[in-house]
């Protein structure tokens, strides 16, 4: 069953084609970015991270960049196949009310791949 | 290993019931931590533990507890049940070292009615 909402913004994009989701974070202190996939009915996980010294870093078929000066993060996805179809979370990590720095979420992009 | 095991998979309560949700991790992570996730609003941070015996407050705490007594097991207790509470939870743990992913287990779903 559908474990994140309905009302997500969604990226719909051709099989084949490249893929872009986008993220804003909030807390310029965030000195660790991560983006996480979630499939429906479980839990996220975990595609690819970044630190705050580093602009880009590649993995398979993706790619992460880093805009400190705008707050920015992105995911690129090359060559996107349907099993690529979920919803993205970028999650930072800001100092949070206890003084230590814990994993905050965006409320995330569904990417949805048509063949 | 099987990673972060959550059971129930899905539950149902009344209002004002109480119980407890469990996670239990095989990685040897001393890091565990407890999210919400509701529809529009991401995940959010209810309580997490930096290692046995040690427990503290995320963003949403309230009407939730939590213990650490082992390394590898993580509960979370809803002593009166809510609607506002029905919800999807996730577990998740990492290693120490404090730039390092979580890993989430596949969450239970409650429903208060």
């Known amino acids: 069953g559908e474990s994140v909402g309905l009302h997500l913004p969604t990226l719909s994009v051709q099989e084949g084609d490249n893929s872009i989701i986008n993220c804003a974070y909030s807390n310029s202190a965030s000195d660790y970015f991560i983006w996480y996939k979630q499939e429906s009915g479980k839990g996220p996980q975990f595609i690819i991270d970044?630190?705050?010294?580093?602009d880009k870093r590649q993995g398979q078929r993706v790619t992460v960049l880093l805009n400190k000066t705008v707050k920015h993060l992105s995911l690129q996805i090359a060559a996107t196949q349907p099993g690529d179809s979920a919803v993205y979370f970028c999650?930072?990590?800001?100092?949070?009310?206890?003084?230590?720095?814990?994993?905050?979420f965006g409320s995330g992009t569904r990417l949805q791949v048509q063949p | 290993n099987a990673g972060v095991t959550q059971t129930p998979k899905f539950q149902v309560l009344k209002t004002g019931q109480s119980m407890t949700l469990q996670c239990a991790q095989d990685m040897n992570h001393e890091y565990m931590s407890w999210y919400r996730q509701d529809p529009g609003m991401g995940l959010r941070l209810i309580h997490y533990?930096?290692?046995?015996?040690?427990?503290d407050q995320g963003e949403v705490p309230n009407g939730y507890n939590v213990s650490r007594s082992t390394t590898e097991d993580f509960p979370l207790r809803l002593l009166s049940a809510a609607p506002s509470q029905t919800s999807v939870y996730f577990c998740?743990?990492?290693?120490?070292?404090?730039?390092?992913?979580?890993?989430f287990g596949n969450g239970t779903r409650l429903t208060v009615t």
């Open positions: 998740a743990s990492r290693s120490t070292g404090r730039d390092s992913p979580l890993h």
């Open positions: 999650a930072e990590n800001p100092y949070i009310n206890t003084g230590r720095r814990a994993l905050t």
């Open positions: 533990s930096v290692g046995a015996g040690i427990t």
């Open positions: 970044i630190r705050s010294n580093m």
